[in-house]
């Protein structure tokens, strides 16, 4: 293992939301700042995946226009978005979402990434594990030109899937396979000159034909289209409940995300051809990239020093500590049937505590994102982008003060 | 085995039926003429909705019936089937 000089304040460990809001964060309080990514592009799920909505950007509220619940880095990411798109936040039944483009969403990282001088981005890297001793934190990095080891007073843990608790033998815990929400599928499609509502019901329509003459698999009955905002451009969307498989369901598994991943390829290019072949405004459409991987909802998540629950979601319940406010309903994915939402006693925004960011017992570690200490329940709300973005930037804070104190 | 419902449901019972078969999540005192879309009928609960309907009804939905307007409220989704019925 090739010794690396690399000594930080802070090192982030993941690039998606939560991620790339935690190390800017962390470098704005002063902290020298290292964030490791294991694709070639910051973003995560809103880039790699596709997912081409911030949902939990906003209070909920009955009331018309959308109003920010987390000011600082989500307002920040948002009008950069909007700038970038031209387009402002949208109501969808009851809730305020923010379109994306993920396109954008690499470009609008980039720039963040580019205007400070204290982060050090490793994209291409993995990291394979952490030790605490009493300086702070080694950490092993792994990429095509060998191994390396670097140093940092203190770590974000903004993996998505809770690495660092699996390292360290921490103390995390993961739905059975048949509860876990499952993952979605998104990938582009080249295809009518407009998707109106009338257009949208008669895929629907078109697909359960496909589906009722043998032509389609079932799961295609998962598959829905949205405008990218541009032109010409859509994502289309499968939720994948891993079939007679389902109850072997495990984000963690190489294995089983790939099997899953190539059985969405299959289901989605045979709808598409179908929709061509079937359909007069399908004609011609094409499915035009697919995404480095599927949209996981959920996998590990960090038992720390308070476990939000889906009652202080539902309640509405604020702490003395709180870091953020989660604003999106609870949105259960079981199955592959569209999203079950349940949704807080009066719209109320419900505090997330600092202590679900901190992980009993080991000092200097916080965790971002969609694996911070939460149950199955408060984690349907608290796993979006929108409120990735902040406590994202809630860790990167903690952890900068963290890595400046004795 | 399901039995097959042979006739149509008046709008009150569809909305129950929605909500039985888990197709969405309605108020008890959701209208006969509420805004179905609004109240979360999207086009992956169109899937699942025709699904049910040829379960239930012994009805085959195809693209042409699932209009914007025949899937707009609960009466006109109950219209819809008591035509497909007779």
Known sequence: MKPDSGRFDVAVIGGGSAGLAAAISAARNGARTLLVERHGCLGGMGTASLVHTFCGLYLLREEPGAVIANPGFCEEIATLMTQATGRGPLRMGRLDVLPQHPVEFVGIADGLIASEPLIELRLHTVVTGVSRDADGWEIRLAGCAGAHVVRARSLVDASGDAVVADFLGGAFSIAPPLSLQRPAYVFGVHGPVALDEELRLRTAGLLVEGVRSGALHAAALGL?????????????????????????????????????????????????????????????????????????????????????????????????????????????????????????????????????????????????????????????????????????EAAGRAAAKAASSP | MRVTKTTPPNPTDLIDWLNHEGLLELDWDFPEDGDLAAAGLDSMAVMQLVVAVEDCFGLELGPDDLTRANLATPKALAALLAAKMS
């Open chain 1, 224 to 392: 829905s289209f949205r405008n990218s905002g541009r032109p010409c451009e859509f994502f289309g969307t499968l939720d994948l409940d891993g079939g007679d498989a389902a109850a072997d369901y495990d984000p963690l598994d190489p294995a089983c995300l790939g099997r899953l991943e190539t059985h969405g390829r299959a289901i989605a290019a045979s709808a598409v051809r179908w929709l061509c072949g079937h359909d007069a405004h399908w004609r011609g459409s094409y499915i035009s990239h697919w995404p480095v991987r599927a949209g996981i909802r959920e996998s590990r998540r960090w038992l720390g020093g308070y476990t939000l629950t889906g009652d202080d979601l539902a309640s509405g319940r604020r702490f003395e500590d709180e870091i953020a406010l989660a604003t999106w309903p609870m949105e259960f994915r079981e199955t592959a049937k569209g999203p079950k939402l349940r949704y807080p006693q009066d719209n109320r925004p419900a505090g997330i505590p600092l202590r679900c960011l901190k992980p009993a017992g080991i000092g200097r570690l916080f965790v971002a994102g969609r694996c911070i200490s939460a149950d199955h329940e408060a984690q349907a709300s608290i796993r979006v982008m929108g409120t990735c973005f902040a406590t994202g």
